[in-house]
């Protein structure tokens, strides 16, 4: 086995056929075909079955495939630390942020990333579940990853600072006669609120509980904009890391009392190289709210 055979196997999967992956990865499809025979035979598996909408892989071969993408990115990581050593950055760093966490703070840390190595290919996604993430981190499939700072935070773990989360009010409501909302007088509102399982509801659940407040829920979206533009519009009131608000809306933002605040952290993975570090360092730089922060580096 080798790890082009990796690399095609996983081409295959992404693109759902041969001739696809072939025309991804710029060779001729018998190749492709070949190695994937190969890398079966080899096996003793079947890796793919085809289906009426193309190839996809068989049970065995989803597991086959996340060992295999661990390996390729494994030696990706290598070829890229070889040549930054030589004075040049590139090769693939793998993101990953938590939803609302770092919204302002990351495009502006990889837009300078991205300007002194433009080599570098930097491929990054959001997450909103905190046990997702975090399983993301300790199975080392991500370089780097911003999150919520948790009682058992993964190793590698860097304090950054902190996320102020504030209260999106709709056009004209009565409390944005206020500089700042007293929690206590969102009693009966109701609430937009996100995934169960993601961190912002971890922390709206926490503050509706420490302040006796009703968790009457109008929706459940996936995005903090698509949060904030629905509060705006009156359907409810809702909770978000003041960084995510969107251009537009700041005037419907007040902050609230008591404060409410949560430390964030950058995971960066175990041997971390020279993209990575850099990405680090430039994060520090960014402005972060100085909230009250766990025992992290």
């Given at each position: 086995?080798?790890?082009?055979?990796?690399?095609?196997?996983?081409?295959?999967?992404?693109?759902?056929?041969?001739?696809?992956?072939?025309?991804?990865?710029?060779?001729?499809?018998?190749?492709?075909?070949?190695?994937?025979?190969?890398?079966?035979?080899?096996?003793?598996?079947?890796?793919?079955?085809?289906?009426?909408?193309?190839?996809?892989?068989?049970?065995?071969?989803?597991?086959?495939?996340?060992?295999?993408?661990?390996?390729?990115?494994?030696?990706?990581?290598?070829?890229?630390?070889?040549?930054?050593?030589?004075?040049?950055?590139?090769?693939?760093?793998?993101?990953?942020?938590?939803?609302?966490f770092g919204t302002r703070q990351l495009p502006g840390a990889l837009g300078?990333?991205?300007?002194?190595?433009?080599?570098?290919?930097?491929?990054?996604?959001?997450?909103?579940?905190?046990?997702?993430?975090?399983?993301?981190?300790?199975?080392?499939?991500?370089?780097?990853?911003?999150?919520?700072?948790?009682?058992?935070?993964?190793?590698?773990?860097?304090?950054?600072?902190?996320?102020?989360?504030?209260?999106?009010?709709?056009?004209?409501?009565?409390?944005?006669?206020?500089?700042?909302?007293?929690?206590?007088?969102?009693?009966?509102?109701?609430?937009?609120?996100?995934?169960?399982?993601?961190?912002?509801d971890g922390v709206l659940l926490a503050v509706l509980r420490d302040n006796?407040?009703?968790?009457?829920?109008?929706?459940?979206?996936?995005?903090?904009?698509?949060?904030?533009?629905?509060?705006?519009?009156?359907?409810?009131?809702?909770?978000?890391?003041?960084?995510a608000v969107p251009h537009g809306y700041e005037h419907l933002v007040r902050?609230?009392?008591?404060?409410?605040?949560?430390?964030?952290?950058?995971?960066?993975?175990?041997?971390?190289?020279?993209?990575?570090?850099?990405?680090?360092?430039?994060?520090?730089?960014?402005?972060?709210?100085?909230?009250?922060?766990?025992?992290?580096?």
């Amino acid at each position: 086995m080798s790890l082009r055979q990796f690399e095609y196997a996983l081409a295959v999967a992404e693109q759902g056929s041969v001739t696809a992956a072939a025309e991804l990865l710029h060779v001729a499809q018998p190749s492709v075909s070949q190695q994937i025979r190969g890398l079966e035979r080899d096996l003793g598996v079947q890796l793919f079955e085809r289906t009426p909408t193309g190839l996809v892989p068989t049970t065995v071969g989803r597991a086959f495939l996340r060992e295999a993408e661990i390996a390729v990115r494994a030696s990706r990581r290598a070829r890229a630390t070889a040549r930054a050593g030589a004075g040049e950055l590139e090769g693939e760093l793998v993101v990953a942020a938590q939803m609302g966490f770092g919204t302002r703070q990351l495009p502006g840390a990889l837009g300078a990333l991205r300007r002194r190595f433009p080599r570098l290919e930097v491929t990054v996604f959001e997450e909103p579940s905190s046990a997702e993430l975090d399983r993301l981190c300790r199975k080392g499939v991500l370089d780097l990853a911003l999150m919520a700072a948790c009682e058992r935070p993964p190793a590698g773990a860097h304090r950054l600072g902190g996320e102020e989360f504030v209260v999106v009010l709709g056009e004209g409501h009565r409390l944005l006669a206020a500089d700042r909302v007293e929690l206590g007088e969102l009693e009966g509102e109701p609430w937009i609120r996100f995934d169960r399982d993601s961190a912002l509801d971890g922390v709206l659940l926490a503050v509706l509980r420490d302040n006796e407040l009703t968790p009457a829920t109008a929706a459940r979206v996936s995005q903090t904009a698509t949060a904030v533009r629905w509060a705006a519009h009156g359907l409810g009131v809702t909770l978000v890391p003041g960084s995510a608000v969107p251009h537009g809306y700041e005037h419907l933002v007040r902050p609230v009392s008591p404060a409410v605040s949560q430390p964030v952290i950058a995971v960066v993975r175990a041997g971390a190289g020279p993209a990575e570090t850099a990405l680090l360092d430039l994060l520090r730089q960014e402005t972060w709210h100085a909230a009250a922060l766990s025992p992290v580096p």
